[in-house]
């Protein structure tokens, strides 16, 4: 019971400490690419037409062009795929430089709290280091597990679980 209590509220200090800095927005548009100056301001490429904003995650497209990480069941290992993905973050992180992640780390709902816990660091992680591996500053990344407490997908079925199976990234600087 007290393992549950201290676990419902570190997640709900994770939750509090993300959408807490939400209202320290830079003024001026969220767009990345809505003229020259902001682009430049933001060290952006303007022509990349997607959205980066500060809590925005990959997740919902709001992670500039950061894309989510895709896993095989009970896996951590980078498929050919998620390198490619992978690879492409690392440019586009490459190239701007002010931009600071979190990497999250998911699994689907099969499996216990702690299993997947440890399945979610072991997955952030990864990417992390593949990402450093890159060329990206290891400074700019960090990591963190949910395990299987945020879902995007609520079936109870492979393709619901194939979503779920994820490490998404997080924009906590621009």
Request: hydrophobic residues 35%; aromatic residues 6%.
């Amino acid at each position: 019971m007290k393992f549950k209590s201290a676990f419902v509220m570190a997640i709900l200090a994770t939750s509090l400490s993300l959408t807490s800095c939400s209202s320290l927005k830079k003024k001026g548009s969220d767009a990345v690419g809505d003229n020259q100056d902001s682009a430049s301001k933001n060290g952006m490429s303007k022509n990349s037409g997607t959205s980066l904003e500060l809590n925005g995650d990959s997740d919902s497209n709001k992670a500039g062009a950061l894309k989510s990480i895709y896993f095989d069941f009970n896996s951590a290992g980078l498929s050919q795929e998620s390198k490619d993905a992978l690879n492409n973050n690392a440019a586009f992180l490459k190239t701007n430089t002010s931009v600071k992640v979190q990497v999250e780390g998911h699994a689907d709902e099969r499996g216990g709290v702690q299993f997947n816990l440890a399945l979610g660091e072991k997955r952030a992680k990864g990417v992390r280091e593949y990402l450093i591996g890159q060329g990206v500053e290891a400074a700019r990344l960090t990591t963190i597990s949910l395990g299987k407490e945020k879902p995007v997908s609520f079936g109870h079925d492979e393709e619901s679980w194939s979503k779920n199976r994820r490490a998404n990234f997080i924009i906590t600087a621009k």
